[in-house]
């Protein structure tokens, strides 16, 4: 779609073009499945360098941000089973999505030691919110998700009453009349 000064103009999600050799994609976009496609609202740029031509989006105002692989996300937790845990992805860094989108923690991607004996419903529960890093886009705008890092993991819970959790240790959280367990993330206070 162009814009009235012969701008081509996109929205999240849409596909730009294909990722080749010459084409690689920059600020505002991420690659899925050998094509780049738009991470924000905004302008496409095609920037030339040497052999290289880099795919951006660009808006005057800040956009619409998306997940992409390495994106650190705060979610809620929808549902638990035996082997994973579907989420809904509601923020990118500091950036609330404007409409939330789904994702999964899987059993091995709970925590990076002792994955055999991870038990999902041991690590969370559903409405808790949880930090999360963005693995991969998966089937269908599934992103695959990851807390094996000490900073990742559930950061608010509340206990079947009601009650707030406070984390008790990496694997437990507590309220005034009970413990719990989770997979606790280590909240890293802000760096100054």
């Known amino acids: 779609m162009k814009n009235g000064n012969g701008h081509i103009l996109c929205v999240p999600g849409q596909r730009l073009c294909e990722a080749s050799s010459s084409h690689v994609g920059g600020e505002g976009t991420y690659t899925f499945n050998k094509y780049i496609y738009a991470s924000l609202i905004g302008r496409v740029v095609v920037e030339p360098q040497r052999d290289l031509h880099i795919v951006k989006v660009t808006s005057g105002q800040q956009g619409t941000v998306m997940p992409e692989a390495g994106s650190i996300v705060t979610c809620r937790v929808l549902s638990v089973n035996p082997s994973q845990a579907t989420v809904s992805i509601i923020c990118v860094g500091p950036n609330k999505l404007h409409t939330p989108v789904s994702g999964t923690v899987r059993k091995q991607n709970v925590r990076d030691?002792?994955?055999?004996?991870?038990?999902?419903?041991?690590?969370?529960?559903?409405?808790?919110?949880?930090?999360?890093?963005?693995?991969?886009?998966?089937?269908?705008?599934?992103?695959?998700?990851?807390?094996?890092?000490?900073?990742?993991?559930?950061?608010?819970?509340?206990?079947?009453?009601?009650?707030?959790?406070?984390?008790a240790s990496w694997t437990t959280m507590k309220c005034k009349c009970r413990m719990e367990k989770r997979k606790v993330a280590k909240v890293m206070p802000p760096k100054t």
Request: hydrophobic content about 40%; overall charge negative.
């Open 113 to 167: 030691h002792q994955i055999d004996t991870v038990e999902m419903y041991n690590c969370f529960r559903p409405d808790d919110i949880i930090l999360a890093v963005v693995m991969s886009l998966g089937d269908l705008r599934n992103y695959e998700l990851s807390t094996a890092r000490s900073e990742l993991g559930v950061v608010t819970a509340h206990c079947e009453e009601g009650h707030p959790l406070v984390p």
